[in-house]
């Protein structure tokens, strides 16, 4: 039972490459644009620390993601 999911799941990914599927970076730069402009790490609001809603391994996905793409 179990390999036959994996066998799903490694056909799902072969026709995603087989298609050249492109990561949607422009978009989502546009709706992390203002978590992005905060900092690397968080920001101070009223007197307390606020770490980024935005992780830093989704960070930096998306940044290999926008210099794979020659941008």
């Known amino acids: 039972m179990a ?3 994996a066998a799903a799941a ?3 990914v ?3 490459v087989a298609e050249g599927y492109q990561y949607p970076w422009r978009e989502k730069l546009a709706k ?3 978590e992005l402009a905060k ?3 968080g920001y ?3 007197g307390a620390w ?3 809603a935005l992780s830093a391994r989704k960070r930096a996905r998306l940044r290999k993601e926008v ?4 941008e």
């Open 14 to 16: 072969a026709k995603g």
């Open 67 to 70: 210099l794979l793409a020659g």
């Open 32 to 34: 992390y644009k203002n």
């Open 44 to 46: 101070w609001e009223l």
């Open 3 to 5: 390999s036959r999911a």
């Open 39 to 41: 900092g690397v790490w």
């Open 10 to 12: 490694a056909k799902a």
């Open 50 to 52: 606020k770490p980024l």
